[in-house]
């Protein structure tokens, strides 16, 4: 596990907020996500993909294919965060493009603003990190969060309709139990569930042989 020092981190800040004014300066499309987790502090970062980067869509009419990295460096604590939960945003891959910069500016919806860029002069998604979306030190064991990125990174018609159904069901049933009811999601899951993600054999795990997978 690669841990950056103080000094490399300091910088890896430094050089990740001039990316940021960077990529700023115009609007960018955006279509899935993946989620990163790291191995040494354990934070969550749901990063969304910018248009050409891990996008089948994209890939039929270019005939390329342009990955982003396995491994990504945490800013917080300078370790390794690496691609998980490989199903979770997996359907949503070169589908329900939208603007990035309209996406972020939503009111009284909760938003994930970190995304991989698609730097046309990098054979690779760039990563854009604001801060983490998750610590999960503080969530002292909970699992929902899961669930919570499913609900949250739904296109707009289905995530309205998902939150009108909760509030009608809130005079029998808690929003809680709303959630823990949605069938894709088994918290407990089985051996084959905890080999392959949060939904079973169709679990999506990228190869980690490749080292422009990895992110440093």
Known sequence: M?????????KYKTNMGERIIEVGKQDHTIHGYMVYQCEHCNNIYVMWLEKGLEDPTD???TGMHKPVPFGIICPACGGTAIHTLWSLGKDSLGKNYKSYQKYVEQPNRLIYR???????????????IFEPDYCLESL??????????????????QYE?????????????????????????????????KRHGPFGIDGY??????KKLYEY
């Open 114 to 128: 970190n995304f991989f860029w698609n730097d046309p002069t990098i054979d690779r998604g760039v990563p854009i």
């Open 140 to 157: 002292r064991g909970r699992i929902d969060y899961i669930t919570e990125i499913y609900i949250n990174t739904l296109p707009n018609n």
């Open 161 to 193: 309709e998902f939150i009108n159904n909760a509030m009608n069901a809130l005079d029998r049933v808690t929003l809680v139990d709303v959630v823990a009811s949605i069938e894709l999601l088994d918290f407990k899951g089985n051996r084959e569930q």
């Open 205 to 210: 795990k990228r190869p980690r042989s490749n």
């Open 2 to 10: 690669i841990l950056l020092d103080p000094y490399q981190l300091e």
């Open 59 to 61: 890939d039929e009419k």
